[in-house]
Every structure is written in structure tokens, then in C-alpha cells.
């Protein structure tokens, strides 16, 4: 388990350095700003800590798990909207934090294209599974 987290942690590294170079656009956000997971736009948590929940149909909130930058929030959204056909939200817990939106469309295309984002959107969902089992 621990060679995983490092090989994903590194590949975040990886995701981080390709979203500079495309020069996507970053967003700040400030403490309990929210931002909702939408099908155009993967969000890449660049620094700061969110609360991921998801609003259950009577309006309660169900916390599914906190997140610290760099992560690729939308891979955990598009991983919990097989499960739960809720609204998954994004909020800020931290003073500040900063976000890299790029469209899924481009994104797709780039780990079709370069084998070490392959590897880090594969790590990420092993990750995943491993910690929800």
C-alpha cells in the first residue's frame, strides 16, 4: 500500500506539472466556498483541504471524506456518481484553495496520450477502491 501512495503521489506531481505547461486556468477559492463536480470540467485540488459530500435527497449532508492539494477531486466524484445518484459538492475547509479546471474532454485525450497520466488515473482508482474496501 505504501508503494502506491508514493507512485500516486508522484504522478499527482506529474498531473500538476502537465496542467502548468497546457496553462489551465486556476481558481481560488476561500474557506467554505463551494464548488459542485460537473461533467465538463475535472478539478484538480493544486493546494488547500475540501470536504467531499454529497447532498442526499431529503438535504442532508453526508460527509464522504476530506482531501488534501494536489488530488484530482473529479476522479473521486466520477467514482462515488456510480454509487450515489446524488449531488456531490466540493467545499472549502481550508483559509484558502486553489483549483486547476480543465475540460474531461482534453483530459481524456491526454492519458490517452502519455503513459504517465495513464498510470496515475489507473493508481488513483486502485487507491481508492483499496481505502473503500
Request: glycine share 4%; aromatic share 8%; net charge negative.
Amino acid at each position: 500500500m505504501e508503494i502506491m501512495i508514493e507512485v500516486t503521489k508522484m504522478n499527482c506531481d506529474y498531473v500538476l506539472q502537465y496542467l502548468e505547461k497546457t496553462e489551465v486556468p486556476i481558481v481560488s477559492k476561500k474557506n467554505h466556498d463551494i464548488i459542485m463536480c460537473g461533467l465538463e470540467k475535472m478539478i484538480f485540488l493544486k493546494e488547500g483541504v475540501v470536504k467531499v459530500s454529497s447532498i442526499l435527497e431529503d438535504g442532508r449532508e453526508y460527509n464522504i471524506t476530506y482531501a488534501k492539494g494536489p488530488d484530482l477531486l473529479s476522479l473521486m466524484c466520477d467514482t462515488l456518481r456510480e454509487d450515489v445518484a446524488y449531488r456531490i459538492r466540493i467545499r472549502v475547509e481550508s483559509e484558502e484553495a486553489s483549483f486547476c479546471l480543465v475540460s474531461r474532454e482534453d483530459f481524456s485525450r491526454a492519458v490517452k496520450r502519455d503513459e504517465k497520466l495513464k498510470e496515475y488515473v489507473e493508481a488513483y482508482y486502485r487507491e481508492n477502491l483499496q481505502r473503500a474496501l
